[in-house]
């Protein structure tokens, strides 16, 4: 069992979609992190929210802490945002990881 | 700033060698993170460090050791090489709690023959 799900697993779009990533988890939380990781390897940290939205450009994180659901919402997808996208959360004494949603934004 | 540095990128190694993976932060964080990521899994946890002088076990901590001297170095030990450790190994640096960003290297990609 997994403290950590998230769907879809796999996601392909048309340039311009609205696009959502859902991160489902199971343990009490710090704080919840979303992450990408591109094609080449390299993680970096997009958002850390422990309550409400946070917004970065096109780029929406909401997290519903009553439920331990978390969204990550893309607006105006274009193909630069295909990479791997993981759901973290933190439980005050270590990270636990989702397995990623590969998105694939087509042109 | 070169944020978390490490070392190497690839690495073939045969069963039974031996090797220490390199990671250094200049952010001076006083949490270090080492995990793996085996295809299709999520990130698991290896080994952590809240300082230096402290460590601990992760979710995965067979077959590795580490150590934290500095502030800025958490090495990882391989010391008896299985075809089971072959993944790429990332290490992670935070400066607070969980109100701070992680901060990845780019990762090691290590295949034991």
């Known amino acids: 069992k997994n403290e950590v799900e998230q769907s879809p697993q796999n996601l392909t779009a048309q340039e311009g979609e609205f696009i959502t990533i859902n991160c489902s988890y199971s343990?009490?939380?710090?704080?919840l992190h979303w992450l990408q990781q591109h094609p080449g390897g390299g993680i970096v940290s997009l958002f850390m929210?422990?309550?409400g939205k946070k917004k970065h450009g096109r780029l929406i994180a909401t997290i519903n802490i009553q439920e331990k659901h978390s969204s990550l919402h893309i607006t105006a997808s274009h193909p630069r945002d295909s990479a791997v996208y993981i759901c973290a959360v933190y439980t005050g004494n270590q990270f636990y990881f989702g397995t990623g949603t590969s998105l694939t934004v087509i042109p | 700033n070169a944020g978390v540095t490490q070392t190497p990128k690839f690495r073939i190694l045969k069963i039974g060698q031996s090797m220490t993976l390199q990671c250094t932060q200049d952010m001076n964080h006083n949490y270090m993170y080492w995990y793996r990521q085996d295809p299709g899994m999520g990130l698991k946890l290896i080994y952590y460090s809240v300082g230096a002088g402290i460590t601990d076990k992760g979710e995965v901590p067979n077959g590795y050791n580490v150590s934290r001297s500095t502030t800025e170095d958490f090495p990882l030990r391989l010391e008896l090489a299985a075809p089971s450790q072959t993944s790429v190994y990332f290490c992670?640096?935070?400066?607070?709690?969980?109100?701070?960003?992680?901060?990845f290297g780019d990762g090691t990609r290590l295949s034991i023959l």
């Open positions: 929210l422990s309550s």
């Open positions: 343990v009490g939380i710090s704080a």
């Open positions: 992670a640096s935070v400066g607070g709690l969980s109100n701070q960003p992680q901060h």
